[in-house]
């Protein structure tokens, strides 16, 4: 049984989506780890801006991206496809000639649709956003250049006979970290998470990323506050998501949930219940197809890798997809290291396809001005047993990993050789596998220079799904 004001806001839904689509407005973080705000636990973070915004809207509290780098995540985002369908399995990847994203489907069902800030996305073909300006595209500048809501007032103003869809894409809290007030957090007073070595400049960086979020977090109240001003704040769904983990080892470039699990808050005033929060899993392919029944259209089953979760957001159902998956291709970021991986919000299981290599990230290698930590962590390692423990953490890698998240939110303990959770490991095993072969993954071979040559040039050097 549903209490009332659900049942009411369900009736409100339905009526409002058929008589009048709303306007769509998605605000993307930039390499932030989701544990790390306040709203999923973070004991740091000052958020305040984003904490409203979960007061008046839906916290996802399992939601994830499909791998965790910039350029497949965002097209994950902007496709309703999973790396490998449409193209971009790796950073600075493109997707397939052909593919069709946001401004295609919510453009046929009337929506002017723009984005402004970070694209990281290709070819334009396959994402023709409408370019508005006013924030920054480039997000290893130093410093970020000011931004200037003009833009995007103007595109949200221009013809109130058809709605919008604007995507705001910061360059926060993506390294170098610039940005914001250090002085809100003392080093030596912040408690890191289990996966960060204790070392002098490991805290002075992690004060200076928690600046970025902050100073990330004031942009999405510039952004609320602009919605509020022209009047469009009723009207409009506002998605806020961090996109994948931060540019910390264990982070981003990984299948931990520190790097796939994405924070994800909804806001549709009148129609989604406030200061509400959902387990329901789901992972970026299926914002697309939400977006497209929220239009007044109808997702294509055979077209996406997600589905809708309209029922998710009325309150009709607390449950959505039954796994969430990962993988990562290493190349360009470093040497060949292929990983996969599945999730049931409770457990995850993860798959290192080449366990007798090393695992080397190339940005902590020469790329101080980004994370000058990493060598500290190395010279620490030598007479300190747990930053050496965290040091082969990150770069010897078994061939399995178990996780049981629930009770292991930072999945530090590795259960996969462990008798009593075999059921549980060979169930997610032969899950991953079933979609493997739904993807047509080839695996090792994907993960190459040569694969990645090849699909730049619009010629991807695997089958794929169609």
Known sequence: MFPIKTLLASAFLAAATAASPPNILVIIADD???SDLPVHGGENAHTPNIDRLAKEGLVFERAYVGMAMCSPSRSE????RLPLRNGCAWNHGSSRPGTRSLPHFLGDLGYRVGLTGKTHIGPHEAYPFEKVPGFDDNCVRNPTRPHDLAGAREFITRDTARPFCLVVALTEPHAPWVMGDR?????????????LADTPRTRQDFSAYLAEITYMDSQVGEILDLLDEVKRADDTLVLFTSEQGAQFP??????????????????WPGAIAPGTRTKALVQYADVVPTFIEIAGGKPATDTFDGSSFVKVLRGESDRHREFAYGMHNNWPEGPPYPIRSITDGDWRYIRNLTPDRLYIEKHLLGRTEHNAYWPTWLFHSTD????????????????????HTAEDR????????????QAIKE?????????????LDPGVPIDTPEAHRAAASGKPAFPGKP
């Open 183 to 195: 002085s809100a957090y003392p080093p030596k007073k912040l408690k890191l998470p289990p996966y």
């Open 427 to 439: 169930r997610l095993s032969a899950a991953l596998d079933r979609q493997l072969a739904d993807q």
């Open 77 to 80: 985002l902007y496709s309703g």
């Open 410 to 421: 930072f999945e530090m303990t590795n259960l996969a050789d462990n008798p009593d959770y």
């Open 32 to 34: 932030c780890t989701h």
């Open 250 to 267: 264990g982070n981003k470039w990984t299948n931990w949930d520190s790097g796939l699990h994405t924070s994800m808050i909804a806001r």
């Open 384 to 403: 300190n047993p747990d930053t050496l423990r965290l040091v082969e953490r990150f770069m010897r890698r078994p061939a399995e990993h178990l996780h």
